[in-house]
């Protein structure tokens, strides 16, 4: 019985291991400003296969930010007009 | 059926009913992961598009046709060369649970360094809950186009600016992110520009807005670089496209947009944040100083605690 439940809670141990947890994010200072990071946690699975990952992709809503209420001011005639060649300098 | 770029010709695309379907569940299976090694393989796609089982996986693919003049279809841009071999789909993957289905989320982004992609902050973070999308459910899908992509990435870490979580719009300046991918890009990768004010009129906004064919094509739309007055390091890029919204995400702005491989173009400027009803046919966009390059160092060195 006591080796049973050793074996158990080994065998338990073993599988939580093999789960991946979402990575808690954690800053750290990038010159002078604060930065915050993930990390992918290591699994053992390999990923979504090809079609899966066609079919989220096929599914999938595109993401837009929340802007605030406040629109941008945009002065007008302040640059340069565009061209339709590919040079972009000034 | 061969198609090339610079062609006046633009491609259509005929989908089944189910392939422009928004509407079905993600499933969330774990089977089969398989990484496209070969580079030539978006060249292979760009020419097998007509074939029926051409591949080993057998895909059932869309039927592609060719037509002419189509100004909707126009700005469709070819993922088989330069620039925008560098730039793919980011989908995050059951990414939030409405009416007990799983969706998923996209946005752009593209390679600027030989592992790191850069898309735009709240394509790594949800706006609105705060929590950041789980990049164990995060793929990057290289070349993505009709249905295709060369080569699936997963993230190792990613990082964005804690400014962006700041209030007011002075947070919009902060909305980029990188991510450091599991393997080096097969394809290349774009140039940046950084504190580039002076230097540049205008850029070539990219990205898959979802808002034409379905988000299922890369689009690429250029226009007049505007600074703006009321927003620290914010630019607005006048291209003129009201449909180029969603999806766009995180799609480079780019000077000198070309398919010549050199520092004098494909510079990225800025990436795509946001659009406003209110003023269609503009795009929002940070303006990338030095603190840019910091980020890309430190990402580039695996996100350190």
């Known amino acids: 019985m006591c080796a049973k439940a050793v074996l158990i809670a080994m065998t ?44 989220a992709a096929r599914t999938s809503r595109p993401l837009q930010a929340v802007p605030s209420n406040a629109v941008p001011d945009i002065p007008s005639g302040n640059s340069a007009p565009p061209n339709s060649s590919n040079d972009d300098r000034r | 059926m061969r ?50 089982g051409a591949t080993s996986n057998r895909l059932s693919r869309p039927t592609v046709r060719l037509v002419q003049n189509n100004s909707d279809l126009s700005s469709i841009g070819n993922p088989a060369i330069a620039p925008l071999k560098w730039a793919g789909l980011l989908v995050n993957t059951d990414a939030f649970e409405k009416d007990g289905k799983k969706w998923s989320v996209n946005c ?35 070349q993505y186009q009709y249905n295709e992509f060369s080569q699936a990435y997963r993230p190792i870490c990613a990082s964005r600016f804690d400014g962006w979580r700041s209030s007011g719009n002075a947070h919009l300046q902060w909305d980029y992110a990188m991510i450091l991918m599991d393997g080096p890009s097969l394809t290349g990768y774009y140039n940046v520009a950084v504190d580039w ?4 009129s205008g850029a070539t906004a990219t990205g898959y807005p979802g808002a ?49 491989v050199d520092a004098d173009h494909n510079i990225i400027v800025s990436v795509t944040s946001i659009g406003m009803p209110k003023k269609p046919g503009l795009s929002f966009g940070p303006y990338l100083t030095s603190d840019f390059k910091r980020l890309l160092e430190y990402v580039g060195n695996g996100c350190p605690h």
């Not at chain 2, 633009?10 to 089977?31: L, N």
């Not at chain 2, 299922?216 to 600074?227: K, W």
């Open chain 2, 212 to 260: 034409l064919l379905g988000g299922t094509v890369i689009e690429r739309a250029h226009g007049e670089l505007l600074s703006i007055s009321d927003v620290p390091n914010e630019f607005a890029l006048k291209h003129g496209q009201a449909k180029f919204t969603q999806g766009s995400s995180g799609g480079a702005w780019v000077a000198n947009f070309g398919n010549k």
């Open chain 1, 12 to 55: 338990s141990m073993m599988m939580t291991s093999f789960v991946a947890s979402a990575a808690e994010p954690y800053q750290a200072k990038v010159g002078d400003q604060l930065v915050t990071s993930v990390t992918r946690p290591v699994t053992r699975g390999i990923g979504l296969g090809r079609e899966d990952l066609l079919q």
């Open chain 2, 108 to 142: 752009t982004g593209q390679f600027i360094t030989e592992r790191v992609v850069l898309t735009a902050a709240h394509c790594i973070q949800n706006d609105e809950t705060g929590a950041f999308f789980d990049l164990n459910k995060m793929y990057f899908l290289l």
């Open chain 2, 3 to 52: 198609y090339t770029s610079g062609s006046v010709l633009a491609i259509a695309v005929i989908w089944s009913s189910t392939a422009i379907s928004r509407e079905v569940p993600v499933d969330g299976s774990t089977s089969g992961y398989v990484r496209y090694s070969s580079e030539s393989r978006i060249m292979a796609m760009e020419t097998s598009l007509n074939r029926k």
């Open chain 2, 197 to 200: 004010q002076g230097k540049f």
